[in-house]
């Protein structure tokens, strides 16, 4: 028999009194360390792994305020505990508030908090903040609220964001390696051309001798690398800015790009999975909780990422108001396999959309893990390839001249 590996959780718990206190405990998941501890009558508030410490994110001052998808994961899980425990929404939210780390965060919590205690709805109020809290999470809150079930509409809220930000993290380590070796090879590149480059020239003028080629266009870019770095480097950011307002303001520009993103090699298959991973878990997390199907598809269609699939919504969307099916037109789009349409169709035919759509999500989450464990398994060697390309490449260069030198010496 094989024993059950635990491990230790480092916790922080609000009692029945509302006191909170910290510990530890061993446990085989977090989820059971969850239950452990409500089990002992404390409701949890934060439960992390001991030994994590290092593995945080590093936070420049001045930067990473904004509220990221893990921050609301983590708000909604709290909020969905805290409400299904029984404490009313303005105590919820004033542990919530008190507790969380994130300015942004905490500022629209406070907000909140204020305008609930004016008379707005917990829906109200939050789309009023809406820098903060996306439009799938409001649209969810409101559904709960309209039909008696906000403790359930918030545990679907937090599920439903758990899953995007675990699937953003795996898209995010498999980019981490190529990025890294990307800024290794400028960094190596750039010293090479400012401080090491210099020093062989000296060295040849002083042998004589006429510099091959590729040598020459090194030393050119050495005397040019105080203007020239600085010049790409403000090129990249205006360029960078220019793009992401383009791509926020001309919805015509977005769907061309979108479009392009799906076609690239390699990429544009695992790109084309996320987006219907998002597609499905959105609409059938919509769908489950009550929000009507218009409504559904519409918010949808703004929040996979995806101009292509927004405009498919609006066919969909189309196609409902005229009496038919959600599945008759994505057929007609390629983005969506015919896999995702039969199952659309069967849940359907069964009433089980949201459940199909749920498994379809499920489905394509795990297509998105194994392409980016593929993914990263080839882009290492590849840029090993490339490192010792550039390397080789800036060594041959800078020796080149030596062989003529060397020539020249035979000759004489």
């Known amino acids: 028999m094989t024993a059950t590996m635990t491990k230790t959780y480092e916790y922080e718990v609000l009692d029945s009194k509302g006191k909170r206190s910290k510990g530890k405990l ?11 501890l409500r089990q002992q009558g404390v409701m949890p508030l934060k439960i992390t792994e001991s030994g994590k410490g290092l593995q945080k994110d590093i936070k420049i001052p001045g930067f990473g305020n904004k509220t990221s998808l893990k921050d609301l994961a983590i708000f909604s899980r709290q909020f969905a505990t805290m409400t299904s425990s029984g404490l009313s929404l303005l105590r919820s939210l004033a542990i919530l508030e008190e507790q969380t780390s994130k300015a942004s965060l905490q500022k629209a919590i406070h907000d909140v908090r204020h305008d609930i205690e004016s008379g707005l709805s917990l829906s109200a109020a939050m789309t009023k903040q809406d820098r903060t809290f ?7 809150i409101r559904a709960g609220e309209t039909g008696g079930f906000l403790d359930g509409a918030l ?6 964001l758990e899953k995007d930000a675990n699937l953003r993290a795996k898209i995010k380590s498999a980019l ?4 890294i070796v990307i800024c290794f090879s400028m960094l190596m590149i750039s010293g090479v051309l400012i401080f090491i480059v210099p020093i062989f020239q000296k060295m040849f ?3 004589g001798g006429k510099l091959p080629l590729p040598t020459l266009i090194m030393v050119f870019l050495s005397h040019q690398m105080l203007w020239l770095a600085p010049l790409c480097i403000t090129i990249g950011v205006v360029g960078t800015t220019w793009f992401k307002r383009k791509l926020r303001n001309d919805y015509a520009w977005r769907l061309g790009f979108d479009k392009v993103k799906l076609k690239m090699p390699v990429f544009g298959t695992l790109l084309t999975k996320i987006a219907i991973s998002r597609f499905s878990r959105n609409l059938g997390t919509l769908l489950a909780v009550g929000v009507p199907i218009m409504q559904a598809l519409d918010i949808v269609g703004g929040t996979t990422g995806n101009a292509v699939i927004g405009e498919a919504m609006k066919d969909v969307a189309a196609s409902v108001r005229d009496g038919q099916p959600m599945s008759a037109p994505l057929v007609s789009h390629p983005i969506f396999p015919a896999m995702v349409t039969q199952m659309l169709e069967v849940g359907e035919e069964t009433g089980q959309v949201s459940a199909m759509l749920d498994k379809v999500a499920d489905f394509y989450d795990h297509e998105v893990e194994v392409a980016t464990e593929s993914l990263t398994a080839a882009i290492e060697p590849v840029m090993v390839v490339v490192m010792g390309a550039i390397v080789g490449t800036m060594v041959i260069c800078l020796y080149l001249p030596m062989f003529t030198i060397y020539q020249n010496i035979q000759g004489g």
């Open 134 to 140: 996306p439009r799938l999470m409001v649209a969810m």
């Open 155 to 160: 545990d679907r809220v937090a599920t439903n």
């Open 26 to 36: 061993d446990a085989s998941t977090e989820s059971a360390a969850a239950t452990a």
């Open 176 to 179: 981490t390696y190529p990025v």
């Open 205 to 207: 003028d002083g042998l």
